[in-house]
Every structure is written in structure tokens, then in C-alpha cells.
């Protein structure tokens, strides 16, 4: 967690829990089928550009699905294809399984450990504002949620979210 708020100081609530539920769930909330992933993916594909300053390819996520954002800017700036990413992203949706009481246990944790970093003062936001947001989306069921529009601002992801090790022939190559 502290590795992305180093990196995206803008986090707020919803952004911080949007980084524990794809580290918890995996990224199968993303795919309704491989068609529309794919026809999302050829979107987005065909209209990043250039890696961002400092960009790194793949991003850790905590949590036990074991997984990791791909970034897709510097993957396809390193010859990365589109196929390759949709294939891991498609795979990783099919292969992490959650059921609703485990997510819930997961996320109760990742929020008990944000309101401590958030007391702690290593957050953007206070622990009340992350209490609050955990517990209004607990009682939702945990669901997904989009980046905030103010992180999409700053940020611009462009990325993934595949299983460790999943695209490792092409991390040997960086």
C-alpha cells in the first residue's frame, strides 16, 4: 500500500480501496466476457501513448489474489503485444476465484490496515474518511469501484491486472 501512495500521493478513499479490492478479487469484476475485454483492451491499446515519466511496467498489489498491474504504456513501448496482456488479464479472471465471505474477510482486513497507516499520518486521507468509505461498501457487498476522477486526472492508468509471473518472459527482457 505504501509503495502506491508514495507513488500516487493524490490517492483518496475510494482510489486506496479500488487498489485493495483488485489486490483481493483479482480483476474478474473487469470482465463481463473475453469479447468485450478484448474490444475494451483494442480501445485502449490503440490510443495510449508514451510511458509516463518513471512509468513502471508492472505495479504489486496487495493482498492474496497474486496479482500485479501491467502497465500498458511501457509494455507496449517494450514490444509487449496486446494479445499477450489480454490473454494473462482473461486468464487471471478465470483462475482467481473469490467467494463473497472470503473477499469480505480480505477487505475487512485491508481496511483495519489502511486506518492504521491512515492514523499514522502515511496517508492522504484520515482514517475516519477510510473507515467510513470501507464500511458504506461493506454493506454494499464490497463491489467494485472506478478510479476517482481525480486520480484518472493526475494519473492517466492505462493497465491490467494479471497474476504474478504471468507475462515473467517479457519482465526478463526490461
Not at 512509468?55 to 503485444?81: C, I, Q
Not at 492508468?157 to 526478463?172: E, I, K, M, S
Request: proline letters at 8%; one cysteine or more.
Amino acid at each position: 500500500m505504501l509503495w502506491h501512495v508514495d507513488r500516487y500521493p493524490r490517492l483518496d478513499a475510494a482510489d486506496l480501496y479500488k487498489l485493495a479490492h483488485e489486490g483481493a478479487a483479482g480483476p474478474g469484476h473487469a470482465i463481463q466476457s473475453p469479447e468485450e475485454a478484448r474490444a475494451w483492451l483494442d480501445r485502449e491499446w490503440a490510443t495510449i501513448g508514451d510511458p509516463l515519466p518513471a512509468e513502471p511496467l508492472f505495479e504489486p498489489l496487495p493482498g492474496a489474489a497474486g496479482a500485479v498491474r501491467v502497465n500498458l504504456r511501457p509494455w507496449k513501448r517494450l514490444g509487449g503485444t496486446e494479445s499477450d496482456v489480454l490473454a494473462a488479464f482473461v486468464d487471471a479472471a478465470r483462475r482467481v476465484t473469490v467467494d463473497p465471505e472470503e473477499l469480505a474477510r480480505r477487505l475487512d482486513a485491508s481496511g483495519g490496515c489502511l486506518r492504521e497507516l491512515g492514523e499514522a499520518g502515511l496517508l492522504p486521507v484520515s482514517a475516519l474518511e477510510i473507515r467510513r468509505y470501507f464500511e458504506r461498501l461493506r454493506q454494499e457487498g464490497y463491489p467494485a469501484v472506478h478510479h476517482t476522477e481525480g486520480y484518472r486526472d493526475a494519473y492517466a492508468p492505462a493497465y491490467r491486472v494479471v497474476l504474478d509471473g504471468a507475462l515473467a518472459p517479457r519482465r526478463a527482457r526490461e
